[in-house]
């Protein structure tokens, strides 16, 4: 079983910065790919950024790619999104997300989400 707990979420002006941590438990966290998706309103819940088991590769949205950085200690067990340089159309609800297999069961989990809102 895996819980996922955002938090950072908040109010900053266009061209300023947030970090969102998410905070994992579970014994396997290191061995599996971790994301972050987001929910405008309106809109579909997207992927922003996703890292592997090792933080050794991750990749970006094209809306988001050189303003935020996603990065992982695994001693921890946490997750970071660290965004600049942030934009009205960032707006979402932002979760956190782990999806692996385990013995060909997929295995889907989700945080509760926190609120970014970028004021113009």
């Known amino acids: 079983q895996v819980q996922l707990v955002e938090s950072g979420g908040g109010l900053v002006q266009a061209g300023g910065s947030l970090t969102l941590s998410c905070a994992a438990s579970?014994?396997?966290?290191?061995?599996?790919?971790m994301s972050w998706y987001r929910q405008g309103p309106g809109k579909e819940r997207e992927l922003v950024a996703r890292i592997s088991d090792t933080g050794g590769s991750s990749n970006y949205a094209d809306s988001v790619k050189g303003r935020f950085t996603i990065s992982r200690d695994n001693a921890q067990k946490m997750v970071y999104l660290q965004m600049n340089s942030l934009k009205p159309e960032d707006t979402a609800v932002y979760y956190c997300?782990?999806?692996?297999?385990?013995?060909?069961?997929?295995?889907?989990?989700w945080g509760r989400g926190t609120q970014v809102t970028v004021s113009s």
């Open positions: 579970g014994q396997t966290f290191s061995s599996y790919a």
């Open positions: 997300n782990t999806y692996f297999r385990r013995v060909g069961v997929p295995n889907d989990y």
